[in-house]
């Protein structure tokens, strides 16, 4: 827990964030590992708080 609690948490702009994602894709060749996936969806919650929108996660789905 932050000694400041009340210490503002600077937020990035959704075109920095934008390029992190596509960095991230870029590296990743394409296929994204289990660590790289956390990372991704992290970087969307951010690209959405900065973008103004929301971001439902990615369901699994299942072929039946």
Same mark, same amino acid.
């Given at each position: 827990? +932050? !000694?400041? !609690?009340n210490t503002p948490v600077p937020v990035? =702009?959704? =075109?920095?964030?934008? &390029? @992190?994602?596509? &960095? /991230?894709? *870029?590296? =990743? #060749? %394409? /296929?994204? +590992?289990?660590?790289? @996936?956390? @990372?991704? *969806?992290?970087? /969307?919650?951010e690209w959405a $708080? $900065? $973008? %103004?929108? =929301?971001?439902? !996660?990615?369901?699994? +789905? @299942?072929? #039946?």
């Amino acid at each position: 827990m +932050s !000694p400041y !609690p009340n210490t503002p948490v600077p937020v990035r =702009s959704a =075109s920095v964030v934008n &390029d @992190e994602i596509r &960095d /991230l894709w *870029q590296r =990743s #060749g %394409g /296929l994204l +590992s289990p660590e790289d @996936e956390t @990372e991704y *969806q992290r970087l /969307l919650v951010e690209w959405a $708080a $900065a $973008a %103004g929108t =929301s971001v439902r !996660p990615a369901v699994a +789905s @299942e072929a #039946g």
